[in-house]
C-alpha cells in the first residue's frame, strides 16, 4: 500500500515568515494530493489540493507544489498569521471515484506574533 | 464548515463493551469514509462505504463494522472494545466521481477504560 512521510513534525515560525512542510510518497499510482488543517479539538478541514496533472496550485496565502518524478509534494504558506498555528497533514490517494485517504503523521505549526 | 455531522461528540466505554458511532454525510455525498485517529497521529482508514456495501477495508479487524443507509448515513459499530480503541473517529463524506476529496466531520472522542 501508499506510504506518506511527512517532515517536520513541528515548526515554529515569526508571524509574516513563510512555512513550508514537507511529504514524501510511495505509490507512483498516487494521483490525489490533499492538504488538511486541523485545529485543536476540530475536524481535519481541507485547505487545498493538487492532482498529478498539476505541478502547482496557489490559493492566497497557501501553494502546494508536487514533484512526481521525486514523489514529493510541499505545502508552501507564506505571510504566516497567529490563525495559521494548527497541526496540518498531507494525505495520497490514487484520486479514484472511491478509495482511502493515505494521511502522513502531521506537522505541528505554531505561528508567533 | 462541512455538512457532515457525526454523534455522540464524546463516549466513555469500559473494556469489552459495544459501541455505535453515527455519521450523517453532506447533502449530495453518495460515500463515507471513516477514520480513527489517535492522539498525535494522522487518521488511519477504517473502511468506506458506497451504495451501502463496504468499498475497501483498513488493517483493522473484523470486530469494526459498519453500515450505510439509503439517506446515506453510515454508522461504526465496534465489539468487544480494547483500551487501544480509544481515539478520535472521523468520517468524512465525499461524491463518486469527485476524484478523492473528502469533507470530515467533527468526530467522536471515544474513551475505553
Known amino acids: 500500500g501508499e506510504n506518506v512521510e511527512q517532515h517536520p513534525s513541528t515548526l515554529s515560525v515569526q508571524e509574516g515568515d513563510s512555512a513550508v512542510i514537507k511529504c514524501t510518497y510511495s505509490?507512483?499510482?498516487?494521483?490525489?494530493f490533499p492538504w488538511y488543517k486541523q485545529e485543536l479539538g476540530k475536524r481535519p478541514q481541507l485547505i487545498i489540493d493538487?492532482?498529478?496533472?498539476?505541478g502547482e496550485k496557489k490559493d492566497q496565502r497557501i501553494a502546494v507544489t508536487l514533484n512526481k518524478t521525486a514523489k514529493h509534494f510541499s505545502l508552501h504558506i507564506t505571510e504566516t498569521q497567529p490563525e495559521d498555528s494548527a497541526v496540518y497533514f498531507c494525505a495520497a490517494n490514487r484520486g479514484s471515484t472511491l478509495g482511502r485517504l493515505y494521511f502522513g503523521r502531521g506537522t505541528q505549526l505554531t505561528v508567533w506574533p | 464548515e462541512t455538512g457532515v455531522t457525526q454523534s455522540p461528540t464524546h463516549l466513555i466505554k469500559t473494556r469489552g463493551q459495544q459501541v455505535t458511532l453515527r455519521c450523517s454525510s453532506q447533502s449530495g455525498h453518495n460515500t463515507v469514509s471513516w477514520y480513527q485517529q489517535a492522539l498525535g497521529q494522522g487518521p488511519q482508514f477504517i473502511f468506506q462505504?458506497?451504495?451501502?456495501?463496504?468499498?475497501g477495508r483498513g488493517n483493522f479487524p473484523p470486530r469494526f463494522s459498519g453500515l450505510q443507509f439509503p439517506n446515506y448515513s453510515s454508522e461504526l459499530n465496534v465489539n468487544a472494545l480494547e483500551l487501544d480503541d480509544s481515539a478520535l473517529y472521523l468520517c468524512?463524506?465525499?461524491?463518486?466521481?469527485?476524484?478523492?476529496?473528502?469533507?470530515f466531520g467533527p468526530g467522536t472522542r471515544l474513551t475505553v477504560t
Open positions: 505509490d507512483s499510482a498516487s494521483n490525489y
Open positions: 493538487i492532482r498529478s496533472n498539476v
Open positions: 462505504y458506497y451504495r451501502e456495501e463496504e468499498n
Open positions: 468524512a463524506s465525499s461524491l463518486a466521481g469527485r476524484g478523492g476529496e473528502q469533507y
